[in-house]
């Protein structure tokens, strides 16, 4: 076991892709092969189209697949978006607190652009869903406005011809193309609806934390997500005016990337905050 494994705990993923390509199905799908694992599983959906039914829909869909309750799958829709470029501030510290009790913490996002950025900011991994016959996700990625996720996986694979077009379209784009860290993103193939390619799905999301752990990067992605965090949660209460207070953003995010001790975001923010509020008096 990597060294780093044992104090990070479990594993931040982030889902995300238009709506109706078919996160929560996948992610039912996945809770399946997760608790098959014996992995104790959260999930969060934030979706703003339907806050309650989206996490009923998902609720609906486990029942049918799981027998009886579940006490190690906890799921929650949340109707808190907006305020955080897309995701509310609280969903982040919310996730990494539930990561102290599960060992897969799932968070489920409607994007279909920009806001992908905002949960590939905050997990550890993220998986985009594509739609069959979509080309939008290939354009945002040909333009480079919507960040390469870990894992792309193309839903509804039992359709036939759209969806492997769909695949080795996105197969071209993504090329031999790395993110930041030097990891190539693999694209896949799967369907909610017959259970197909959901054990590879999970084999991959794992294989990028595993990726990352192997490589010492693991913490340093959760400081950066911190970072990120840190800095987009004060620029939200005190605007530019109070990142400047703080030294500037740049050189703030490059302290807060130095430390050795971690603090929780809580904590870190609440320290952040007493010295902008000192500064002000
Ligand atoms: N044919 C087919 N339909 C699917 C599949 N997965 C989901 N769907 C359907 O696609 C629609 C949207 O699914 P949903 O999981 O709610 O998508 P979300 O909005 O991305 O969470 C629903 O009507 C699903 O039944 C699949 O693998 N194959
Ligand atoms: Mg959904």
């Not at 579940?70 to 305020?83: H, K, N, Q, T």
């Not at 909610?192 to 084999?203: F, K, R, T, V």
């Not at 959760?222 to 004060?234: I, N, Y």
């Not at 207070?245 to 952040?272: H, K, V």
Request: with cysteine; glycine share 10%; net charge neutral.
């Amino acid at each position: 076991m990597p060294a780093e494994q044992l104090e990070t705990g479990g594993h931040l993923i982030g889902i995300t892709g238009p709506p109706g390509a078919g996160k929560s199905s996948l992610t039912a799908a996945l809770i399946q092969v997760w608790r098959r694992r014996g992995l104790k599983v959260a999930i969060l959906a934030v979706d703003p189209s339907s806050p309650i039914s989206g996490g009923a829909l998902l609720g609906d869909r486990l029942r049918m697949h799981a027998s009886g309750a579940d006490r190690e799958v906890f799921i929650r829709s949340l109707a808190c978006r907006g305020e955080f470029g897309g995701l509310s501030a609280e969903v982040w510290p919310m996730s990494l607190a539930m990561l102290a009790a599960f060992d897969i913490v799932l968070v489920e996002t409607v994007g279909v652009g920009q806001k992908e950025i905002d949960v590939s900011k905050m997990t550890d991994t993220t998986c985009f869903v594509a739609q069959p016959a979509s080309g939008d996700s290939i354009q945002f990625l040909k333009a480079g406005i919507m960040e390469v996720p870990h894992v792309i996986v193309v839903n509804k694979e039992d359709i036939g011809l759209a969806a492997r077009k769909t695949l080795s379209d996105l197969r071209n784009t993504l090329g031999r193309r790395t993110d930041a860290d030097g990891w190539q993103a693999p694209a896949l193939s799967a369907s909610a609806a017959l259970g197909s390619g959901i054990e590879p799905l999970a084999d991959a999301l794992d294989a990028h934390r595993h990726w990352l752990l192997e490589r010492g990067q693991f913490t340093a992605r959760r400081q950066r997500c911190q970072a990120e965090w840190l800095v987009k949660h004060l620029r939200e209460e005190f605007g530019r005016y109070g990142i400047h207070r703080l030294g500037g953003e740049d050189a703030l995010f490059a302290t807060l990337m130095g430390q050795s001790r971690r603090r929780s975001p809580i904590a870190e923010y609440e320290a952040l905050r007493a010295r902008v509020l000192r500064q002000e008096n």
